[in-house]
């Protein structure tokens, strides 16, 4: 998707704070963090939206959760954190490549109910 933002950041033509990258999973902090820790983990497909995905993505949904914790711990969430996979008009996206929000962490400014 040549002009899809998300796409453009795979492939290195937009630059992003990475967190993790495999074969086909990257993970990079928020742009405008709504935590003081906030990244998110996108499938390098490009997969518009959760409700577009199918049963041949269950595999790589999976490994998205399962990387959650994992990247969470590393990023010093050792109290829990919290994720948002927002889809459609209706769930507030703005971003139309997949995309699952981690967020967390000590602050006054952490407002949950914002995502
Ligand atoms: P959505 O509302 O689609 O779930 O969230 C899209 C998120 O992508 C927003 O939190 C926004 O800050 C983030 N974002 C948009 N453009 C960029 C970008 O170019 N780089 C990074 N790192 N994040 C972005
Ligand atoms: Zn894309």
Avoid: W
């Avoid at 453009?8 to 704070?17: L, N, Q, S």
């Avoid at 405008?32 to 939206?49: D, E, Q, S, T, Y």
């Amino acid at each position: 998707m040549s002009d899809c933002i998300f796409c453009k950041i795979v492939a290195g033509d937009i630059p992003c704070k990475k967190v993790y990258e495999d074969g086909e999973l990257l993970a990079f902090h928020d742009i405008n963090p709504v935590a003081p820790v906030h990244f998110m983990i996108i499938p390098k497909a490009h997969i518009a939206r959760l409700d577009e995905a199918h049963a041949k993505h269950e595999l790589l949904l999976g490994r998205m959760l399962l990387l959650a914790p994992i990247l969470a711990k590393a990023q010093g969430l050792n109290n829990g954190f919290r994720t948002v996979i927002n889809t459609g008009p209706g769930g507030g996206q703005d971003v139309y490549h997949l995309h699952m929000h981690i967020f967390g962490g000590e602050s006054a400014d952490f407002r949950p109910h914002r995502m």
